[in-house]
């Protein structure tokens, strides 16, 4: 499956965005989705995770409250809805896509088997 990832942009403090990534293939929704993003000088952090099968989400606890994680199988097309931002949500946000995934490994990069080109994201404060 391919992904692409867009939505991102410069807003200011307490603005909101909403990233969307699309999916190819005919099998979206037997993938789980994930967000991830990665900050310059930063390691790749988890944001939010969907498990269709479960009906299922997952958030860092930094975002929790924050962002939603949505999806459109429909339109194979998974989404987060990010409110509230903040300064230090400042970062290249990746969608990635994996199958089988369980709460143990839907924060874990390697857990997911594709992944998104990034689109990146800019909080002034």
């Known amino acids: 499956v391919q992904l692409q990832a867009s939505g991102g942009g410069l807003v200011q403090a307490g603005d909101s965005l909403r990233l969307s990534c699309a999916a190819s293939?005919?099998?979206?929704?037997?993938?789980?989705m994930g967000w991830f993003r990665q900050a310059p000088g930063k390691e790749r952090e988890f944001v939010a995770a969907?498990?269709?099968?479960?009906?299922?989400?997952l958030y860092a606890d930094s975002v929790k409250g924050r962002f939603t994680i949505s999806g459109d199988n429909a339109k194979n097309t998974v989404y987060l809805q990010m409110n509230s931002l903040k300064p230090e949500d400042t970062s290249v946000y990746y969608c990635?896509?994996?199958?089988?995934?369980?709460?143990?490994?839907?924060?874990?990069?390697?857990?997911?088997?594709?992944w998104g080109q990034g689109t990146q994201v800019t909080v002034s404060s």
């Open positions: 969907i498990r269709w099968s479960r009906g299922s989400t």
């Open positions: 990635a896509a994996g199958v089988g995934l369980i709460l143990t490994t839907m924060r874990l990069g390697r857990a997911y088997d594709y």
């Open positions: 293939g005919r099998t979206f929704s037997r993938y789980d």
